[in-house]
C-alpha cells in the first residue's frame, strides 16, 4: 500500500535535487548523517513523545521534563554517543530541560573561567552529572547591567572563606534555568568585597542543595518563579530564584583563571587576558544565531506545507478552491521568511568560522579583530532573534485561524523562542552596542586604524557616500554586486548621518542617547548588510547538486530585495536608489516570488524535520490535515465527558432560572 | 497611614487634569461612571478573581469560568443592572465564555435576521437565558469564504422539515465559540436546497443539546476543538466542533426575515433589503476597533508603569540607576502606542457614529454610503487588530525579561487577542476588499459619481497627485493641516499608482491578484489616514479640563509622525515629501517625546484600569513590583515542595550513577 501523500504533485514539481540540499542546509554531509539519525531515534521513542505537553499542568509537565532527561542522558550512556550526538539528541528532545544549563552553561563557565585546578576539580564530577549546574547570573532588580549585580561575595580571612549574601529584594537571582528544583551547584555571580573594597562581579561555584536528599544547603532559599509565556514552552523549565543569607564557601571556589584573591585577601589579575570572555560570548551568540535559523525554518515548514493544503475562495464551475499559497498576498508575506530562514543558517555558519579564527588569534594574543568580530555577533543575535520572533507570529497568522490551535505547534514554538529576544542581550542594548562600534569606525575614517572584517565597507565610504545605483530594469537587481553596493551605501550613509548629528551636540554622550533611535536604525541597517553579503559569498563558493544553487541564488535574491522593499525609505531618503529603481525592485520580487512557489514545499523539506520535531499537525510532512485536527480535537480533557464538570451547578441553575437560590 | 505610591513623584509632574481624560477615553461622564462603578464591582468580588489563572488546568478553568459566567449573571439579576452595566460587567471579568457568543452573536443574529414571529418566539427564552445559542458558522475546512460552507440544509415537503446534515469531514463546523459545551442551540449557517436547487448560504435555528440533560439530540455530534494559544487566554471558552447526521428542524427555524421557504418548498425573497447584513457588519467591526483600543491600552498601561519602575545602567556616583522610561530607544517604541491606544479610541468612537449614521439610512431606503462604510469599517478592523497584537508583544519586549513571566499579564493578553486578527473577516482579505472599493473610486473619478465619506479627499485626486509639502523647519510638523495634506496625498499616489499598474493587465481580475501585495499597501495607506483625519477632527471640538487638549495634541502628532516615519518609503517614493522634510518630521517626534514623557503615567492612569483588570504585577498602580513579584512567584504549584515530584524516579538516579538499574 502506498504511503498517503497528499504533497506528492508539490513534491513532484521541485527544479532541484532536494537530497543535496538537506546537506547543504545540515553545513556537511556528517552533520546531516548525525541529525537524521538522531532525529529519527528520538522520534521513534514513546517516552519522547510531545503531542500532549499543552495539556499537562506544570507540576506534570516538569515531571516530564524531568523523565525525558533522564531517559536521554540514559540512551546517551547506553549508546555511548559522542558529544556531539548528545548535543543534537538533547535538540531533538526539543523541551527545555535543566540539561540545558549544566551542559551550555555552567559546564563552559568552569571551562572558561576556571583555572586548571578548578577544571579537574569539578569538571569530571560535572561530565558524570554527579552534581547538576546552573548560571546565577540576573538578579530580580539587575539584567543587561551585569556591572549593577548586588549579590555580594565577601572575603573572610579568618576562615578563608567567602561569604555569600544578598543584601536586598533586588538582589535575588531570578531567571536562572534549572536553578529551581534541578540543581544541586551553581556558578554564582556577585560582586567581590575584600577588605572592604568593591572588586566588581566575579563568578563562584555554590553547592546549593544537598547531594544526599537535594534539600536546599543553610542558609540558601532556593525555588520556582513561576508560569510563563505559553502552555508548554518554557514551563518545563525551573527558572529559579536563589537567596543565599551569609553562606560560606571556601576559597578556592572563586573561579580564578583571570583574577584571584589570595590566602591573605589580597586581589589580584593573572596574565590571562580579559577578553577571553568576549570570545565565550561569540561562540554563545553564534549558538543563538543558528538556533534562530531552526526556529525560523520550523515555522516556515509549516506554514508552507498547510498553504499548499490549505484552499479558499476562487472554486470555479465547483472544481477545488485555490490553494493559499498561490495568492501573491501570501508568497509575498511567507516567501522572504523562507529566504530569511536559509540567509540565517548560512550567516550562522559563517560566524561559527568567525569564532573559530578569533579563538586562534586570541591564544596569539591578537586582539585586532575582537571588536568588531563583538559587534557583529551582538548585531547578528539581534537581528536574527527580533526577525524570528516576529515571523514564527506571521506563520502562525499566515494558517489563518488553524495556526491559533495549540496542535497547530506555532503558539507553543512563538511562546519558547521569544526569550531569545531579551536573553543573552537585549536586542536594543546590543544594537547600541553596535552602533557606538559603527560611530568609533566613522570617526576613525582617515585615520591609520582601517576598518576591518564586516565593516570593511566603511574604508570606501567617500566612494558609497556619492555613488550612484545605475539599475535601469527590473532584471538589474539581480546582480549581486548592484545588491551589494545598494546596501553598502544605505548602511554608509546611515552611520555618517548619525556621527554628522551626533557631532552637533557638545556632550557625546547626551548626543548618543538622544539620537539613539537613529542609531538603532544604522545598525540594523549594518546588520542586514551583512547578512546579505554571507548569502551572496556563500554562493561563490561550489555547491553541487542539481538546481541547488540555482535555488539559492533565487532565495538569496528574495532575501535582499524584501529587505530592501520593507526599508525602502532608508535606501530612497539616504539617495541610494531612485523610488523608480524601488519599483523596480518591487516588480523583480514578485517575479522571483513565481519562481519560488513550485520549489515552495521541497525548500522546506530540505530542513528534514521529522513530524515529531515539528510537533504540528498542520505541518505534517504528509498533508494530512483536517483528519488529524478532527482526530486530535477529541484528545482534549474537556471531552472526557460530554456534560462538562459544572453543568449541575452552573448552567443548570441558569437554564432552570435557579440562580437565585443557587450556591455559587 | 500612608498608601503605598512609587509613581506618586511622576503623578505630581502631570502637566493635565487626569479626572477629564479619564471622561474623554471613557466617551461621556455617564460612560465613565458605569465603567468605573462595574469595575470596582467585580475587582471586590473574590468570586472574580483571576491572578491564578494561567496555573489552572484546562477542565479547572473551564469550570472556573461557568462559574464567574453564572455568578455575573447572578450579580446582574440581583443588583437588576441595565443591558449596558451587564454588558461592562462581562467585559471587566474578562474572560471568554459562553455568554459572550449569546449575548453578542447568538441574540443579534435572531434579531437581524428574524422574522418579528421568531423574534417574538425565541427572544424572550434567549433573554431569560432558558436557551444558550451560540453561532455556528465557520467549517473545518471553511473560513474566510462563507460561499464556500458545505452545510447543508435540505428541505423534505413530506414532512415540512429541513434536514441539517454535515456531508464531509471538512463541513465540520470548527471554531464557534460556546458550541463545545454550554450552547444548547445554534445559529447554523448551511446551504439550502429545495427541490434538488442550491440556494447559497442561509442561517437555521438547531437545537442541539437537550434541555433535561443537557445530552447532545440524536444525529448530533459535539465537542470541544482542544488547547489554544497561551495558558488561561481563550482556552477559558469552549470552541466547537459539531457534526449532522440528517438532523431535521421544522420550517419555521430558517431565519426568514430577508429569504423565505414556503410550506410547498418556494424559495423566495421578502422585501426587506439584503444589505442590512452590512449594517450588523459596521457594528460588528466598529466594537472590534473600541476592543482593540482597550487591549492596547492595558498593555501599553502596563508597560509605562513598569519602564517608570524599571532602573538599569547610568547609576553616577553610586545613585540609582536611570529609569529604563527616560530611554530614547524606550520612548520611541512606548510613546508611539500610547498615541494609537488614544488614536483607535477615537476612531472606534467616530464609527460608533457611523454606525447609527447608516443604520438611519437603511431605513431610509438610502444606500448610498453603504458601500464605502462597509469598506471604511472592513480597514479599520483590520488595521486596528493588527497594531494592536503587534504592540501587546511589543509592550512585552519593553518589560524586558520580567514581561515573559505570566504574572505580567502581558503574555496571556498577547494570546486571548490575537485571534481578533483572523475573526470576523482575516485582516488580509479585509484589506484587499478595501483595496477593490478604491481601485473603484480611481476609476469612477470624473464622472458623475463624486467620492464620500472617508475617500472623500479622492475628489481632490488631480490637486493630490502634484502638490507639494511646505515643511522648513521641525515644527511644520505640527501644523494639522500639513499632515493630512501629506497623509491624503501618500494615500492618493498610492492608490492611483496601483490602478495605473493593474490598467496595464489585460484581464483586470489576474491584475488584481498579481498586484494584490502592493494593493495591500494602498489600502493601509488610506486606512492610516482616516485614523489620523479622526483624531485630528476630534480636536477640532471642545474639550474641557485643563491642558487636557494640549495632550491631546501632542498625542495625535505623535501617531502621525511615528507613522510616517515608519512608512518614510511611501512618503519619499511618491514625492508626497523629500527626504529633508522627513529627517524634519523625526527631530520633531524626538521632541514630542520629550513632552509626553512628565504625563506618561498620568496618561495610563486616565484609562482608569483596576489592578484586578489589567491583572499584571508589573502594571500596578502603586508601583509595587518586586515585592509582589517575589511573592506571586512562591504560588506556584511546583513550590508546594522544596523537593520536587520526580526527584527520586528522575533526578536521584542520575546524580548517583544508577541510571543503568533505574526503571525509568
Known amino acids: 500500500m502506498e504511503a498517503l501523500d497528499y504533497h506528492a504533485g508539490e513534491r513532484s514539481k521541485a527544479e532541484f535535487d532536494v537530497e543535496e540540499m538537506k546537506i547543504v542546509w545540515a553545513g556537511s554531509r556528517h552533520a546531516y548523517e548525525i541529525s537524521d539519525r538522531i532525529a529519527r531515534l528520538v522520534a521513534s521513542d514513546p517516552v519522547f513523545r510531545k503531542d500532549n505537553r499543552t495539556m499537562l499542568s506544570r507540576k506534570d509537565l516538569f515531571k516530564d521534563t524531568l523523565k525525558k532527561a533522564a531517559h536521554a542522558w540514559k540512551r546517551i550512556i547506553e549508546l555511548r554517543l559522542s558529544e556531539e550526538e548528545a548535543s543534537r539528541m538533547r535538540f531533538f528532545v526539543d523541551q527545555p530541560a535543566f540539561t540545558d544549563l549544566h551542559w551550555g552553561m555552567f559546564i563552559p563557565a ?31 532588580g539587575h539584567g543587561s547591567n551585569v556591572q549593577g549585580l548586588e549579590t555580594t561575595a565577601t572575603f573572610d580571612p579568618q576562615t578563608d572563606e567567602f561569604v555569600i549574601h544578598s543584601p536586598t529584594l533586588t538582589s535575588s537571582k531570578w531567571w536562572p534555568g534549572g536553578l529551581g528544583k534541578a540543581s544541586t551547584h551553581a556558578v554564582v555571580y556577585a560582586r567581590l568585597i575584600t577588605d572592604g573594597q568593591d572588586h566588581g562581579v566575579h563568578g563562584f561555584i555554590v553547592q546549593l542543595r544537598s547531594l544526599d536528599d537535594h534539600l536546599p544547603l543553610p542558609g540558601i532559599t532556593v525555588g520556582d518563579i513561576g508560569m510563563k509565556f505559553g502552555s508548554g514552552a518554557y514551563n518545563s523549565m525551573d527558572n529559579g530564584v536563589l537567596r543565599f543569607d551569609h553562606v560560606r564557601i571556601p576559597r578556592d571556589q572563586m573561579l580564578m583563571r583571570v583574577s584571584q584573591v589570595t590566602r591573605e585577601g589580597k586581589y589580584m589579575h593573572s596574565d590571562v587576558p580579559r577578553q577571553l570572555v568576549y570570545g565565550t560570548m561569540v561562540y554563545v551568540r553564534q549558538q543563538i544565531v543558528l538556533d534562530a535559523s531552526c526556529a525560523l525554518s520550523r515555522a516556515v515548514c509549516i506554514a508552507t506545507r498547510y498553504s499548499a493544503v490549505r484552499r479558499q475562495f476562487g472554486s470555479q464551475n465547483g472544481g477545488p478552491e485555490t490553494q493559499v499559497i498561490n495568492y501573491k498576498t501570501q508568497q509575498s508575506r511567507l516567501f522572504p521568511l523562507l529566504a530569511s530562514a536559509y540567509a540565517f543558517r548560512f550567516v550562522g555558519e559563517w560566524l561559527n568560522w568567525l569564532y573559530t579564527d578569533v579563538t586562534q588569534r586570541l591564544q596569539a594574543n591578537d586582539f585586532s579583530t575582537l571588536s568588531e568580530a563583538h559587534a557583529c555577533t551582538a548585531g547578528l543575535k539581534s537581528l536574527t532573534t527580533t526577525a524570528t520572533a516576529d515571523a514564527i507570529e506571521e506563520c502562525r497568522k499566515l494558517c489563518g485561524g488553524h495556526g491559533y490551535l495549540s496542535s497547530s505547534g506555532l503558539p507553543e514554538l512563538f511562546a519558547v523562542y521569544v526569550p531569545a529576544c531579551t536573553y543573552e542581550g537585549d536586542n536594543i542594548v546590543l544594537l547600541l552596542q553596535v552602533a557606538r562600534f559603527l560611530m568609533k569606525t566613522v570617526a576613525q575614517l582617515g585615520s591609520e586604524k582601517k576598518p576591518v572584517g564586516t565593516t570593511a565597507y566603511m574604508g570606501r565610504a567617500e566612494y558609497l557616500m556619492q555613488c550612484h ?41 547626551e548626543g548618543f542617547a538622544e539620537l539613539s533611535a537613529d542609531l538603532v536604525e544604522a545598525a540594523v541597517a549594518h546588520c542586514q548588510l551583512i547578512v546579505v553579503s554571507k548569502f551572496i559569498e556563500k554562493l561563490q563558493r561550489d555547491i553541487p547538486g542539481k538546481g541547488v544553487k540555482r535555488q539559492m541564488e533565487i532565495l538569496c535574491n528574495v532575501y535582499a530585495l524584501s529587505i530592501l522593499h520593507k526599508h525602502l525609505g532608508d535606501f530612497v531618503s539616504t539617495g541610494c536608489i531612485t523610488p523608480k529603481q524601488g519599483a523596480l525592485a518591487n516588480e523583480q520580487l514578485r517575479l522571483l516570488y513565481t519562481q519560488v512557489r513550485p520549489n515552495a514545499i521541497a525548500l522546506v523539506d530540505a530542513f528534514n524535520y521529522t513530524d515529531h520535531y515539528l510537533s504540528s499537525v498542520l505541518g505534517r510532512y504528509d498533508g494530512n490535515v483536517y483528519a488529524k485536527l478532527y482526530e486530535e480535537a477529541w484528545k482534549d480533557p474537556l471531552n472526557d465527558t460530554v456534560v462538562p464538570d459544572g453543568y449541575h451547578e452552573y448552567i443548570r441553575p441558569i437554564l432552570k432560572q435557579q440562580l437565585r437560590t443557587a450556591r455559587l
Do not use: H
Open 110 to 140: 568552569i571551562k572558561g573561567q576556571g583555572t586548571e585546578e578548578q577544571q579537574q576539580k569539578w569538571l569530571p564530577v560535572a561530565y558524570k552529572m554527579q552534581i547538576i549546574g546552573c548560571y546565577a547570573q540576573t538578579e530580580l
Open 469 to 509: 545605483c545605475d539599475v535601469q530594469r527590473a532584471e538589474d537587481w539581480l546582480k549581486p554586486s548592484v545588491i551589494v553596493e545598494a546596501f553598502e551605501a544605505r548602511a554608509a550613509r546611515m552611520s555618517v548621518a548619525c556621527a554628522k548629528s551626533l557631532s552637533k551636540f557638545s556632550n557625546p554622550e
